[in-house]
């Protein structure tokens, strides 16, 4: 080996890891009924006030497809209702009334939920929506940490920072930050993960608001992974 060959590999050895690495380029939609548990509208409220509603959907299912179409069917206050996201518009249905709001969400991508509200990462992610940096690796459980922004075309100052289980490759950590002065926000844990033919899928997600009191526990009951949702069934 040359000396230029040696030196090249020290320096390809000592390359940042890239976000790309811990992509789960398998994952296509998942489904499943968030049990909620020990939830606090109280200290929900302190994360902010839409957060805190979405926790009074009852007897919801969601389903979820890449790229970054959401569907939640549920129960508000004993109503019926549908909520749809699909590209960049937003709709909120109440069928027993008819009631039908529609809402473009171009310029505010913070309201798009996607895989990585879930603990998941995906490919469609970091394709012109989400870019990351590295910043370093846990010392304590050797997770990789990254801070995730929106692409600069999307003009959203707000940021997450990530710890992502480097071998099963879902976020095990998520911090999020407000777009305005970059405050906390919210912590998010999640755990008991498990595995869908190779695609590693966290079952259980823990919210804590930023005076770090846990604010509600989420189940997610009856998962079911890449079990080929049609594009139809977001229909806005």
């Known amino acids: 080996?040359?000396?230029?060959?040696?030196?090249?590999?020290?320096?390809?050895?000592?390359?940042?890891?890239?976000?790309s690495?811990?992509?789960?380029?398998?994952?296509?939609?998942?489904?499943?009924?968030?049990?909620?548990h020990s939830s606090s509208q109280k200290e929900l409220k302190k994360i902010n006030k839409d957060f805190a509603q979405s926790y009074k959907i009852k007897s919801s299912v969601i389903h979820y497809k890449e790229p970054l179409m959401l569907r939640v069917r549920g129960k508000i206050?004993?109503?019926?209702?549908?909520?749809?996201?699909?590209?960049?518009?937003?709709?909120?249905?109440?069928?027993?009334?008819?009631?039908?709001?529609?809402?473009?969400?171009?310029?505010?991508?913070?309201?798009?939920?996607?895989?990585?509200d879930f603990g998941m990462l995906s490919t469609p992610l970091f394709d012109e929506f989400f870019t990351a940096k590295y910043i370093r690796k846990d010392r304590k459980t050797?997770?990789?940490?990254?801070?995730?922004?929106?692409?600069p075309a999307l003009k959203d100052g707000s940021r997450h920072r990530i710890w992502v289980d480097p071998v099963k490759k879902f976020t095990s950590k998520r911090e999020w930050y407000s777009q305005m002065g970059g405050h906390l926000m919210a912590t998010f844990v999640y755990e008991n993960e498990e595995n869908f033919d190779g695609i590693w899928m966290?079952?259980?997600?823990?919210?804590?608001?930023?005076?770090?009191?846990?604010?509600?526990?989420?189940?997610?009951?009856?998962?079911?992974?890449?079990?080929?949702?049609?594009?139809?069934f977001f229909k806005t």
């Open 1 to 19: 080996m040359t000396i230029i060959a040696a030196v090249a590999g020290i320096a390809i050895g000592q390359a940042d890891p890239k976000i």
């Open 21 to 36: 690495d811990y992509v789960q380029a398998g994952f296509k939609d998942a489904m499943f009924k968030p049990a909620y």
């Open 77 to 116: 206050e004993g109503t019926d209702a549908e909520y749809i996201i699909k590209g960049t518009k937003r709709v909120w249905r109440v069928p027993h009334s008819g009631l039908k709001l529609s809402e473009n969400i171009a310029t505010s991508p913070g309201k798009r939920q996607t895989a990585l």
């Open 142 to 151: 050797g997770h990789i940490v990254f801070d995730v922004t929106y692409v």
């Open 202 to 232: 966290p079952t259980r997600m823990s919210v804590f608001n930023a005076d770090s009191k846990l604010a509600g526990v989420t189940d997610y009951e009856e998962l079911k992974v890449n079990s080929g949702i049609e594009d139809s």
